[in-house]
């Protein structure tokens, strides 16, 4: 059964961008208007190419930036401009774990401070006997032995770092974990194991995720929703296994065909697109998937397709059949 917890409505991220002292500014259109609810213990995946907004989402979702437009809301409650650096709370219900294991650690800290920190931040009320004994628990929850409590990053892998790096983000007891690429960074074999952590994590907590990442066999694993982002703008969204099964939008297909399968007896036709990615501060009128579209039509030169459908839904005038 559905739970929502955070929910999204028509959000959008612009940037002005200045090119010089007497120009106009360039609108930058991030992320487009993108509506999705993430669920107690279900996962969220938003998948595309490089520069379609997935990170630009997640930093709305952190609340580490305000929606330009749009509507953002917690267990009900709406996230109001500026809430995150005001409420401590609110603050905590949503936590990050990032791309690089290597880069979110402070080399200056053991991994026991790197835990307690967000509680000494956070939790001012709760006592340093409380914080060390919560911060071994948690070390203990993503596996990790208790000796590497006073051990610094540099003496660990890297899943072992991304392990510690999961560990921080639960240290608030959030509702809500975005993953921005958590395993992109990491060896397939390491890989696999942090992915079945994250799944075992969220089977014990009840946690939200939202996961964010280019490689579909590994959302394929991990995810319950499957949102496919493009130029900013949501182009397909679905349950999992019916947007695997019958991809209707056809970069959705594109990308879909550009994964490899371990299968050797099936094969798949590899679709390629033709042309560059357009510049986000240059959005081509009409669809802006059409200029690389091999089923654009003259109304896709000229409309803006809507997401359209139930639980299925997809922007296209032409879509794939299914």
Same mark, same amino acid.
């Given at each position: 059964?559905?739970?929502?917890?955070?929910?999204?409505?028509?959000?959008?991220?612009?940037?002005?961008?200045?090119? +010089? @002292?007497?120009?106009?500014?360039?609108?930058? %259109?991030?992320?487009?208007?993108?509506?999705?609810?993430?669920?107690?213990?279900?996962?969220?995946?938003?998948? &595309?190419?490089?520069?379609?907004?997935?990170?630009?989402?997640? %930093?709305?979702?952190?609340?580490?930036?305000?929606?330009?437009?749009? $509507?953002?809301?917690?267990?009900?409650?709406?996230?109001? !401009?500026?809430?995150?650096?005001?409420?401590?709370? =609110?603050?905590?219900?949503?936590?990050?774990?990032?791309?690089?294991?290597?880069?979110?650690?402070?080399?200056?800290?053991?991994?026991?401070?790197?835990?307690?920190?967000? /509680?000494?931040?956070?939790?001012?009320?709760?006592?340093?006997?409380? %914080?060390?004994?919560?911060?071994?628990?948690?070390?203990?929850?993503? &596996?990790?032995?208790?000796?590497?409590?006073?051990?610094?990053?540099?003496?660990?892998? +890297? &899943?072992? $770092?991304?392990?510690?790096?999961?560990? $921080?983000? /639960?240290?608030?007891?959030?509702?809500?974990?975005?993953?921005?690429?958590?395993?992109?960074?990491?060896?397939?074999?390491?890989?696999?194991?942090? =992915?079945?952590?994250?799944?075992?994590?969220?089977? %014990?907590? &009840?946690?939200?995720?939202?996961?964010?990442?280019?490689? /579909?066999?590994?959302?394929?694993?991990?995810?319950?929703?499957?949102?496919? @982002?493009?130029?900013?703008? !949501?182009?397909?969204? +679905?349950?999992?296994?019916?947007?695997?099964?019958?991809?209707? #939008? *056809?970069?959705?297909?594109? /990308?879909?065909?550009?994964?490899?399968?371990?299968?050797?007896?099936?094969?798949?036709?590899?679709?390629?697109?033709?042309?560059?990615?357009?510049?986000?501060?240059?959005? !081509?009128?009409?669809? *802006?998937? #059409?200029?690389?579209?091999?089923?654009?039509?003259?109304?896709?030169?000229?409309?803006?397709?809507?997401?359209?459908?139930?639980? #299925?839904?997809?922007?296209?005038?032409?879509?794939?059949?299914?």
């Amino acid at each position: 059964m559905s739970d929502p917890i955070f929910t999204a409505e028509n959000v959008k991220q612009h940037y002005l961008i200045r090119q +010089g @002292m007497f120009a106009d500014p360039i609108v930058l %259109r991030a992320v487009d208007g993108a509506s999705f609810v993430l669920n107690r213990g279900r996962t969220l995946a938003v998948v &595309g190419e490089s520069g379609c907004g997935k990170s630009t989402l997640a %930093r709305m979702v952190t609340m580490i930036e305000d929606p330009t437009e749009g $509507r953002m809301t917690i267990d009900g409650s709406e996230i109001l !401009p500026g809430a995150a650096s005001r409420d401590a709370v =609110l603050r905590s219900r949503v936590q990050i774990v990032f791309q690089d294991p290597y880069g979110s650690l402070n080399p200056r800290q053991t991994i026991g401070k790197t835990l307690m920190e967000p /509680l000494l931040i956070n939790r001012k009320d709760v006592p340093a006997q409380e %914080r060390e004994r919560r911060a071994r628990e948690m070390l203990d929850l993503v &596996g990790l032995r208790p000796e590497y409590f006073d051990r610094y990053p540099h003496m660990f892998s +890297g &899943g072992q $770092r991304q392990r510690i790096a999961v560990a $921080r983000a /639960l240290m608030l007891d959030p509702e809500v974990l975005v993953l921005d690429e958590p395993v992109s960074a990491l060896d397939l074999s390491i890989q696999s194991q942090i =992915l079945n952590l994250l799944v075992d994590l969220q089977d %014990r907590l &009840g946690l939200a995720y939202l996961f964010i990442s280019h490689d /579909l066999s590994v959302v394929r694993h991990v995810a319950n929703e499957v949102m496919v @982002m493009y130029l900013g703008k !949501p182009v397909e969204q +679905g349950p999992k296994d019916a947007v695997f099964a019958a991809p209707r #939008h *056809p970069y959705t297909k594109a /990308l879909m065909s550009a994964t490899p399968t371990a299968d050797p007896s099936r094969r798949q036709e590899r679709i390629k697109l033709s042309g560059e990615l357009p510049s986000p501060m240059a959005v !081509p009128p009409g669809c *802006p998937f #059409h200029p690389r579209c091999w089923r654009a039509s003259d109304r896709c030169r000229k409309d803006m397709p809507t997401l359209e459908g139930d639980a #299925h839904r997809f922007a296209c005038f032409n879509p794939i059949e299914a």
